[in-house]
């Protein structure tokens, strides 16, 4: 079993749409959740993290994270095509771990006009 | 100006040969990074650099042979390459944190295929 599971879709969405995109986890010393956006053949991008459980809101974007459940989501409000691409959860312990982060596999989100 | 640039963008290369992956960042950051992605997306860490001082070393075959020559600069050798070896590699950067965050710039990527 990974550390991380994420369902790598395809998801397609009209215009407009609400879009929930998760990931479990099975490590408890995961602390910081991050959610990074990949272009077609660019590399990964940090869209926005959130430290410990709660939520956090950027935009038409929010990321919820509960720790009890090790539970993660990224919700995007009224998506556009320009939103399309691969969604890749991550977490990090934090600490001196230097950054180590383990990735889900991603989510391919195709919004179509 | 380009943050994290990798070199060469494509590589296709015959089974059993070495070839060299190039990664240099102009950030100013003391971390770097080598992760593989594979055909299913999947992105994974194979090694982790702090100030030219290897401080992660994944399950990696020792066909792979990371190098820091100045904390700007991570290259990648592989040694007699396998078709399993077919990936997007990419480089990354970050800045050294005492805890909390840790955000990591990533390049373009190199597209490796292995006949």
């Known amino acids: 079993q990974k550390e991380v599971e994420q369902d790598p879709g395809p998801l397609s969405v009209p215009e407009g749409a609400i879009v929930s995109l998760n990931c479990t986890y099975s490590n408890s010393a995961f602390q910081y959740f991050m959610w990074y956006r990949q272009y077609s053949r660019k590399g990964p991008e940090l869209l926005m993290y959130?430290?410990?459980?709660g939520n956090k809101e950027d935009g038409r974007f929010t990321a919820q994270v509960d720790k009890s459940s090790k539970y993660i989501s990224l919700f995007i409000r009224d998506s556009q095509p320009s939103d399309s691409a691969t969604y890749l959860c991550a977490m990090s312990a934090g600490g001196t771990s230097y950054g180590k982060l383990t990735f889900g596999q991603g989510t391919i989100l195709t919004v179509h006009p | 100006d380009t943050a994290v640039s990798q070199t060469p963008k494509y590589l296709v290369t015959q089974m059993g040969n070495d070839k060299s992956i190039k990664c240099e960042q102009n950030l100013g950051h003391d971390t770097m990074y080598w992760y593989k992605q594979d055909s299913k997306k999947f992105l994974k860490i194979m090694f982790s650099y702090n100030n030219k001082e290897l401080i992660i070393n994944e399950t990696v075959p020792n066909r792979f042979s990371p190098k820091s020559p100045d904390k700007a600069h991570l290259n990648l050798h592989i040694n007699s390459l396998e078709l399993g070896d077919s990936a997007v590699y990419f480089c990354?950067?970050?800045?050294?944190?005492?805890?909390?965050?840790?955000?990591?710039?990533f390049g373009p990527g190199t597209r490796l295929t292995v006949l």
């Open positions: 959130t430290y410990s459980s």
């Open positions: 990354a950067s970050s800045p050294i944190t005492s805890g909390g965050v840790n955000e990591q710039f």
